[in-house]
């Protein structure tokens, strides 16, 4: 078992930069929502979240609602670069094959939205994709209820 300079001590180490990070999310946000909408529970919940090493934490407006935590909706952009694998295909045969947890007409409706767009461009079904492109999927996200 190596102590130093292992496993473990880059593991602790990761956690305690984790866990500072959470707790300036969670400073940061409450500073954005009123005193009269974050109650000592919300609070009680953010602080375990930062404790215990949740790098999520916060990402939108929270309200209790019956002993349930729910976080409001909001807006969020994944970005990701393209991949060596993903070069020469077409944008929609990626998104089918990597991403699968929607079906090709969401894709499709997507793409010519623009809310799937590539370096900030709107682009077709039938884009293929280059070295040093960027794509980014805008959504509008709801998270489930937690305890």
Not at 6 to 16: L, N, Q, S
Not at 24 to 41: D, Q, Y
Not at 57 to 63: I, L, P, R, T
Not at 87 to 105: A, K, M, N, P
């Amino acid at each position: 078992r190596r102590v130093h300079g292992g496993f473990r001590i880059r593991k602790k180490m990761a956690e305690a930069t984790s866990n500072a990070n959470c707790r300036r999310k969670k400073r940061k946000m409450e500073s954005k929502i009123p005193a009269s909408k974050f109650s000592k529970s919300q609070s009680d919940i953010v602080d375990s979240d930062a404790q215990q090493g949740d790098s999520s934490c916060v990402k939108g407006e929270m309200e209790v609602q019956n002993g349930l935590l729910f976080v409001k909706p909001y807006h969020y952009e994944f970005t990701v670069n393209v991949k060596e694998r993903w070069r020469g295909s077409r944008i929609l045969d990626v998104f089918l094959t990597e991403f699968r947890t929607r079906d090709r007409q969401y894709y499709e409706v997507a793409i010519s939205s623009g809310r799937i767009a590539v370096n900030n461009a709107l682009v077709t079904a039938d884009y293929v994709l280059q070295n040093g492109d960027r794509i980014t999927h805008k959504m509008h996200r709801h998270e489930p209820a937690a305890l």
